[in-house]
């Protein structure tokens, strides 16, 4: 986890599986427990980067994006002002 500017405009959590699929399982089982509705986020698009798919919630007062590089899942949160810059900065990062 990475905490990045000043008062926490974005933050990253990464989490990291042994193979590909064990992160896609990981990536759909945390898409499952949010369209449940009993968590903070709200659902507002997918959008595709590539060959893969970049979830977008809203919640706790930030834009939240998740998806899948390789053997990672990547979760950002950011201020909206920044959100769209970080998400293009995290997908470059990790492809």
Do not use: C
């Amino acid at each position: 986890m990475g905490i990045y500017g000043d008062g926490a405009q974005a933050t990253v959590w990464v989490s990291g599986t042994p193979i590909n699929l064990l992160a896609a399982e990981l990536l759909k089982a945390m898409r499952n427990r949010i369209a449940e509705g009993n968590s903070p986020f709200t659902p507002v698009a997918e959008r595709q980067d590539g060959g893969r798919t970049v979830y977008e919630l809203d919640g706790m007062g930030q834009k939240h994006f998740y998806f899948q590089s390789s053997t990672l899942v990547i979760w950002l949160a950011a201020d909206s002002e920044i959100a769209e810059q970080a998400l293009k900065e995290m997908l470059a990062f990790y492809p």
